[in-house]
Nanobody, 123 residues
């Protein structure tokens, strides 16, 4: 069972990136999915979550209106579209899956984690 995150990179402030997280080894179509991030010296924090159906989504306040989480269950993949990026968005971004079908903001509820992809936003 593996979650593989990709799409990170270096971008200037105001730019955009799209992160992808592909699952292998099993299907996660009935799982809630989430994106978290961890900046150097800081704790891992919630960014966005989505229910198994994609109908319900959740965002931390600082990314609302800029980030969009989505999923394609046929491809076993979840995405995070990040627009209007700011230097404070710089972090390693992790995708995760939870058995809570509705999704959740709680990091402890996620039992499956990807390896992380680095996003660096320059000013």
């Amino acid at each position: 069972v593996q979650l593989q995150a990709s799409g990170g990179g270096l971008v200037q402030a105001g730019g955009s990136l799209r992160l992808s997280c592909a699952a292998s080894g099993r299907t996660f179509s009935s799982f809630g999915k989430g994106w978290f991030r961890q900046a150097p010296g800081k704790e891992r924090e919630f960014v966005a979550a989505i229910s198994w159906s994609g109908i319900s989504t959740y965002y931390r306040d600082s990314v609302k209106g800029r980030f969009t989480i989505s999923r394609d269950n046929a491809k076993n993949t979840v995405y995070l579209q990040m627009n209007s990026l700011k230097p404070e968005d710089t972090a390693v971004y992790y995708c995760a899956a939870t058995t809570l079908t509705g999704g959740t903001t709680e990091v402890g509820a996620y039992g499956y984690w990807g390896q992380g992809t680095l996003v660096t936003v320059s000013s």
